[in-house]
């Protein structure tokens, strides 16, 4: 099982990024993938899931980034999405995808147990 997270950048704010989730070794759309984030000296935090297409596939965000942040699938690609728009400076973080690895789950999962390695989101002007 791995995840490889890319499309990070430097962007000035009131931008946007679409970051990708791509998996090997499993389908994800059996599983649930969940989208966290760190900044410098904070904890990580969830910002994003979604469901397994054998549970109902739904996707959750944050509260603090809902109506900015959207999360989708391509089945086709293997990959997982997080389209973020109208980026702020509180947003830059490294941005890691994680799944439990459990098939048919739905957010939020008991625990993530794969984790991909994380990409850098630094909004600034």
């Known amino acids: 099982v791995q995840l490889q997270a890319s499309g990070g950048g430097l962007v000035q704010p009131g931008g946007s990024l679409r970051l990708s989730c791509a998996a090997s070794g499993f389908t994800l759309d059996y599983y649930v993938i969940g989208w966290f984030r760190q900044a410098p000296g904070k904890e990580r935090e969830g910002v994003s899931c979604i469901s397994s297409s054998d549970s109902d596939g739904s996707t959750y965000v944050v509260d603090s980034v809902k109506g900015r942040f959207t999360m989708s699938r391509d089945n086709a690609k293997n990959t997982v999405y997080l389209q973020m728009n109208n980026l702020q400076p509180e947003d830059t973080a490294v941005y890691y995808c994680?799944?439990?690895?459990?098939?048919?789950?739905?957010?939020?999962?008991?625990?993530?147990?794969?984790w991909g390695q994380g990409t850098q989101v630094t909004v600034s002007s």
């Open positions: 994680a799944t439990d690895g459990r098939p048919g789950s739905s957010c939020p999962p008991i625990r993530y147990n794969y």
